[in-house]
């Protein structure tokens, strides 16, 4: 936290973006979700996304790897523009990792196989090789010793980790995360925050939906505060925390800070 | 003391005897009510099983089953060649004895069940004199022969057996038609084959073909593709329309009408292709019943690490689809199995075909009670059996699961 001036992360926000969003809306049937969202990354820049609930977080983050269509507006990923077109869906997946609230794991797969899969069948690597980058990442994650287990036979924090781990493998340029610590039980949310700050501080670039407000603290290069599927706000950690200019993130704020 | 060793403050949960008088009191006379009851069903029950035992040693005239016991198993299938089914008993046996040694590992009760089947026949064969009862005895000895080497080579001998495994249904139809005029391995045309032989196969490719079929339905039902999609939708609903008996009937007389003259197909195929097609929409039907139990994130999380549409149903949402819908697949098989018998009355001469056919002959005249209670009785003894085995398998396949 010394260097207020530079971004936290060592990013430097000089020139393409490599996510690039400029007024993109969508709609579920009548109801206008996203209402003109612009929203520049840039390499390695963490960002935290926060806001009340409904307010259309997941539905955009969801936008930028095309789990969810957007409707008007442009998203440009590492270069791609995110249209109808399979091909470009397909070379986005393997930039684009996500992390969601419910992990998300398959059950019927040991965490080995879970990380492995998408490697092996999607980057065509052997398996030897897939497997010991996954004991890697299992290592990173910290928990090398559960890869032959099932799932279900995780703790939450486990399972947000070995989630982690899988979305890793892919070797993705950009991580998403939904939310990744709200189903967990409050002793497990500061062994996945640990991980995600590493990755953080590694450079990677992140956009983290969260409420965790010191991780945002901790990590964030720029916060946007979400309301009725607009960016209200925006800025560092600092500006958002210290000075706020909205009364509606004045008003959020107190409301998450008071506990 | 107590601050170093807290365990030992871990009480044990506490237990309960359980001794048969204590379980009889508690469960059977726990109350005036429940002793009433008790004595009640427990001497019905004890009245059924003397009638029955009473019916069976001394009303009962078997003659109609014992005189035909070659015709119940294969129908009019040549006893010159009646060596190719033993052969095919036998590997079966073989197969069956290594993938339990490979997979199982143990004996179980069921394997001792499994094996004292074929004494009790032998025996049973025995006393009938007649001389084939050494031959349920191979069949033993080569599946605890099978199961003995699975259990000591499980590494080497995996691959084999699957691999037998595949190959043991077209080698079954292979051997059991035949081929050539004559001479070693002739031909034995499908008219020639009945009985238990003709309503297992019926019920083995029924299963076998309809299985895939139906996942294939299922698949295209949940299709984007609006084409795929109703084809699919309109195949389910038509055939779930309509009873198997008509398909039978519209496959044996109607379909001469449509194939072009000097064609034909034979009449044991198109039974076989009927009971696929009336199996499949049915299958579809369950499958779509797992497929709708994985939740969207399933999905979500197989797009995001970019497997392909086929890779994701492949690898993530069938396995867990079909292990959602185990019990009520094999079920949809054992009722398959039962209602190759309808095939009888379009003429072919199964199990039921062979039954209705013995009793038609004169000096088996009022007989029907003990032919049906024995054909009962081996359509209930495969039918448990398939039971039993997908309760296994749920339990093996669900371990380390959730
Ligand atoms: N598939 C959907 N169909 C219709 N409405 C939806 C769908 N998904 C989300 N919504 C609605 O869109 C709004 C934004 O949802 P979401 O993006 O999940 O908000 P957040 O993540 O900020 O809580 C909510 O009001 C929600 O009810
Ligand atoms: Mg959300």
Redesign the interface.
């Known amino acids: 936290m010394s260097n207020e001036s530079s971004t936290k992360s060592g990013s430097v926000k000089t020139g393409e973006p490599i996510i690039k969003c400029e007024e993109v809306h969508k709609w579920y049937g009548n109801f206008h979700v996203l209402r003109g969202v612009n929203m520049d990354v840039h390499k390695g820049e963490v960002v935290v996304v926060f806001g009340p609930s409904g307010s259309g977080k997941s539905t955009f983050i969801r936008c930028i790897?095309r789990?969810e269509e957007h409707q008007k507006g442009r998203i440009i990923v590492d270069g791609i523009e995110l249209s109808h077109d399979v091909r470009n869906i397909?070379a986005i997946?393997?930039e684009?990792?996500?992390v969601?609230q419910?992990f998300?794991?398959?059950?019927?797969l040991?965490v080995m196989q879970n990380i492995t899969?998408?490697p092996i069948?999607?980057r065509k690597w052997n398996k030897d090789k897939a497997e010991e980058i996954a004991m890697q990442l299992l290592e990173r994650v910290g928990i090398p010793e559960q890869a032959q287990?099932?799932p279900?036979?995780l703790s939450g924090g486990q399972q947000q980790r070995v989630a982690i781990a899988?979305?890793l493998a892919?070797q993705p340029k950009i991580m998403l995360f939904d939310e990744p610590t709200s189903a967990l039980d409050p002793e497990m949310i500061k062994e996945v925050l640990e991980v995600m700050e590493e990755l953080a501080e590694s450079g990677m670039t992140m956009i983290v939906v969260t409420h965790e407000m010191g991780f945002a603290r901790a990590v964030a290069d720029t916060m946007y505060f979400f309301d009725e599927g607009q960016i209200v706000e925006s800025g560092t950690p600092e500006e958002v925390f210290m000075n706020p200019q909205e009364d509606r993130t004045k008003l959020f704020l107190s409301q998450i800070l008071q506990h | 003391m107590t601050s170093l060793t807290p365990a030992k403050d871990i009480l044990p949960p506490p237990t309960e005897r359980s001794t048969v008088l204590g379980w009889m009191k508690k469960n059977l006379f726990g109350s005036i009510g429940d002793t009433i009851l008790t004595f009640v069903a427990g001497g019905l029950l004890l009245w059924l099983i003397f009638a029955i035992v009473n019916w069976i040693l001394t009303k009962a005239q078997w003659a109609a089953v014992t005189d035909n016991l070659q015709l119940y198993m294969k129908g009019q299938y040549p006893a010159s060649e009646d060596w190719r089914l033993w052969l095919l008993m036998f590997l079966l046996a073989l197969i069956v004895g290594m993938a339990w040694g490979i997979f199982l590992k143990r004996a179980e009760a069921v394997g001792w069940v499994l094996l004292i089947i074929p004494v009790v026949l032998a025996v049973w064969l025995i006393t009938l004199h007649r001389e084939s009862w050494w031959r349920f005895l191979v069949v033993d000895i080569l599946a605890m022969l099978g199961y003995f080497l699975g259990k000591r080579y499980p590494k080497k001998l995996a691959r084999p057996t699957y691999i037998l495994l595949l190959l043991y249904m077209p080698l079954v139809i292979l051997v059991v038609r035949g081929f050539g005029e004559n001479g070693f391995m002739k031909l034995v045309g499908t008219n020639l084959w009945g009985g238990l032989l003709l309503s297992l196969l019926l019920a083995v490719f029924g299963i076998v073909f309809s299985f895939p079929i139906g996942v294939l339905l299922a698949l295209g039902r949940q299709s984007k593709m609006p084409a795929l999609k109703t084809l699919s939708v309109i195949y389910i609903e038509l055939i779930r329309g309509v009873p198997l008996i008509t398909l039978l009937f519209m496959g044996q007389l109607m379909l001469p009408f449509f194939l072009p003259a000097g064609i034909t197909i034979d009449r044991v195929i198109r039974a076989v292709v009927a009971i696929i097609m009336f199996a499949a929409a049915y299958m579809a039907e369950n499958v779509r019943g797992g497929l709708q139990s994985i939740?969207k994130?399933?999905y979500?999380?197989?797009?995001?690490?970019?497997?392909?549409g086929w890779?994701k149903m492949v690898?993530?949402i069938l396995?867990?689809a079909l292990?959602a819908v185990i019990p009520v697949l094999v079920g949809q098989f054992i009722g398959l199995f039962k209602d190759t018998s309808l095939v009888a009355l379009v003429g072919l001469l199964d199990l039921l075909g062979i039954a209705r056919g013995i009793l038609a002959n004169p000096s088996y005249i009022g007989r029907q009670l003990e032919v049906f209670a024995f054909i009962a009785m081996i359509y209930w003894v495969f039918s448990y059996g398939m039971s039993y085995a997908s309760g296994r398998l749920e339990t093996t396949l669900g371990v380390?699961?959730?």
């Open positions: 790897n789990l397909a997946r393997k684009v990792g996500m969601f419910q998300n794991l398959f059950p019927h040991t899969l998408g069948y999607v287990k099932y279900g036979q899988r979305a892919m | 939740p994130g399933q979500e999380a197989a797009d995001v690490i970019g497997l392909s890779q690898f993530i396995p867990q292990r380390g699961e959730r």
